[in-house]
């Protein structure tokens, strides 16, 4: 008996110098007075489902804890995941739009090199619209629409044409005569008396 009581005694020293969150040491102890009878089963029942009440709370409150931890690293792993994606796609907005900027670059320079070419060319095509002007009579719209069809008829460039007749006139040499007659020929087809075949 005296074995029951130091153990018993040990028991209750060790709930009062370091208690546990879970009460299964007093738990333990309360069940070793109820063997031995001192006290009442009642009470102790009482007790004891009160002890239980506060470990099942217990556990619950640190099951929900966890569950907060696993929840909230989770959430700051989304987080970054999420920050990691947005920067990714702002990356990809920006090499879109660095691409769409370089081809516009490009269509431009594209336009800036015709059109310089084309004013380069147009002193040239213009002496040469005054050439025809002069040759056949005509006003500055019909002389541009003779040349373009002598371009077409002979299958070469309106800017080389021009070229070559101003170089032609400006030697000194004159039109030449299959040119003179070729644009005279247009000249009569676009008369209105004349029915096109």
């Known amino acids: 008996m005296q074995e029951t009581q130091d153990t018993?005694?040990?028991?209750?020293?060790?709930?009062?110098?370091?208690?546990?969150?879970?009460?299964?040491?007093?738990v333990a102890a309360l069940r070793v007075l109820l063997d031995l009878?001192?006290?009442e089963p009642d009470r102790v029942e009482a007790r004891l489902g009160r002890e239980q009440a506060v470990r099942s709370f217990a556990e619950d409150l640190a099951v929900a804890r966890t569950r907060a931890r696993t929840a909230a690293e989770r959430s700051r792993d989304l987080r970054r995941r999420t920050d990691a994606a947005l920067a990714r796609a702002g990356e990809l907005r920006r090499e879109v739009r660095v691409g769409e900027e370089d081809a516009r670059v490009a269509a431009l320079e594209q336009?800036?090199?015709?059109?310089?070419?084309?004013?380069d060319n147009r002193p040239r095509i213009?002496?040469?619209?005054?050439?025809?002007?002069?040759l056949v009579g005509c006003d500055e719209t019909v002389a541009w629409e003779l040349l373009s069809g002598l371009s077409q008829h002979t299958n070469v460039k309106v800017r080389v044409v021009a070229e070559a007749?101003?170089?032609?006139?400006?030697?000194?040499r004159g039109v030449p005569a299959d040119v003179a007659t070729g644009l005279r020929a247009l000249a009569r087809d676009r008369s209105p008396g004349r029915s096109r075949t």
């Open 165 to 172: 007749l101003a170089a032609h006139v400006g030697s000194g």
């Open 8 to 26: 018993l005694a040990d028991q209750l020293r060790t709930v009062l110098a370091d208690p546990d969150p879970h009460g299964e040491e007093a």
């Open 126 to 134: 213009e002496h040469a619209v005054g050439i025809v002007m002069q």
């Open 37 to 39: 009878g001192w006290v």
């Open 111 to 119: 336009e800036v090199a015709r059109l310089r070419a084309a004013l």
